[in-house]
């Protein structure tokens, strides 16, 4: 058993693959769980799409999924940016079912690495610069300098605004990997704090009821930020993505 | 036959009428009795989480650029302290722009300089 706080986040090697320029590539527990929240939202949605006219439970699950991220796509950028929908409704079942799997004992968290939600993160903003220059050409840069400036003002406002947008893809990134931790580790010193008190024995072991208490309530609360975290991801993956359809701000 | 087949599509088509009336009504029912739905998806514990690694994440990368400014062309404490500089007041700018679009999300309140001026500033 794992007893260390951060030890639950090792990445362990299982398999080593093949090099690239030195570098092994290696198959790892980090691996198998990202394939694992695949195939499970493959399941998910191969249960839930039945496809009859009265939706039983399972496939209002699949029609309120889709329904749910179409609005927040169509509410947020404009019905003209339907054709991100798959990419974004990729995005959050991915880091949905990553989180709540995470969740379960013995099971590794994939979002508690900075590697992988910053793979998910550039890509996100990769996709926005590239689609904002293949909509409107090189005038989709003038999103980094509003009209209507005194001309010396663009001086201080260009880099400003180049920061805050590299910084939009360190945000996402960080902002869901801290999240993962956090939960996490403040999760095991609470379980590891109890397991201690009551190994002591005597009055100490009665003590250990606040600890429980603790963990009970870490976990109702780490359920929720999981979902919270996949929606804030998604949404303003959207919201990013307004930059593509309306340069002028 | 045809006349037949018509005359059944009209009698579904008032069953699913009806059933609308009756899914209508007990939603007003519902509503009335919950009051608004004013569930809002921007919970507070997101709001602060977005808003605080905006902040850092705009002053950090702003430190980074003029880090690697400075090690391009060893213009040495100038170009980490300018792009502080520029760092913060990326952050404030995103911060502040993040929460006017909260407030107008949230408070129904117009967006950007637009907004009434019946409270004072101070």
Not at chain 1, 139 to 148: D, E, L, S, T, V
Not at chain 1, 198 to 215: F, N, S
Not at chain 2, 41 to 53: F, H
């Amino acid at each position: 058993m794992a007893s260390g706080p951060m030890e639950q986040f090792e990445i362990d090697r299982q398999v080593d693959l093949f090099e690239i320029a030195g570098q092994t590539v290696s198959w790892t527990n980090s691996a198998f769980w990202m394939v694992a929240s695949v195939v499970a939202i493959i399941a998910f949605f191969i249960l839930t799409m039945r496809g009859k006219l009265i939706p039983g439970r399972m496939q209002s699950l699949g029609e309120l999924s889709y329904e749910f991220i179409a609005d927040m796509v169509r509410d947020t950028v404009g019905p003209e940016a339907m054709r991100f929908m798959p990419f974004i409704f990729a995005l959050f079942f991915f880091i949905l079912f990553a989180n709540l799997i995470g969740m379960n004992p013995y099971a590794f968290t994939t979002t508690s690495h900075l590697a992988v939600t910053a793979t998910m993160a550039i890509f996100t903003i990769l996709v926005v610069v590239v689609a904002g220059v293949w909509k409107n050409g090189f005038k989709w840069f003038k999103i980094f300098a509003p009209a209507g400036l005194p001309v010396p003002m663009y001086a201080i406002i260009v880099p400003i605004e180049i920061i805050s947008f590299i910084a939009r893809p360190v945000t996402l990134a960080v902002r869901l990997f801290a999240n993962m931790v956090a939960g996490h580790v403040m999760l095991k010193l609470f379980a590891i704090f109890a397991a201690y008190l009551v190994a002591k024995g005597g009055v100490t072991a009665l003590g250990a009821i606040l600890p429980i208490a603790g963990t009970m309530a870490i976990v109702a609360l780490e359920f929720l930020v999981a979902a919270l975290q996949a929606f804030v991801f998604a949404i303003l993956t959207c919201v990013y993505l307004n930059d593509v359809y309306h340069v002028d701000h | 036959m045809p006349k037949q087949n018509g005359q059944s599509d009209t009698s579904l088509q008032t069953d699913l009428d009806a059933l609308e009336d009756k899914l209508a009504a007990a939603k007003a029912r519902r509503d009335a009795k919950l009051g608004k739905d004013d569930k809002d998806d921007n919970s507070l514990l997101g709001m602060a989480w977005r808003l605080s690694t905006e902040l850092l994440a705009s002053v950090l990368v702003g430190l980074l650029l003029g880090w690697g400014i400075d090690q391009l062309f060893g213009s040495q404490p100038f170009g980490l302290l300018i792009g502080l500089g520029f760092g913060i007041a990326a952050g404030f700018m995103s911060v502040f722009r993040t929460a006017d679009a909260m407030d107008a999300k949230t408070g129904h309140i117009p967006k950007g300089d637009a907004r009434p001026e019946l409270e004072d500033e101070d």
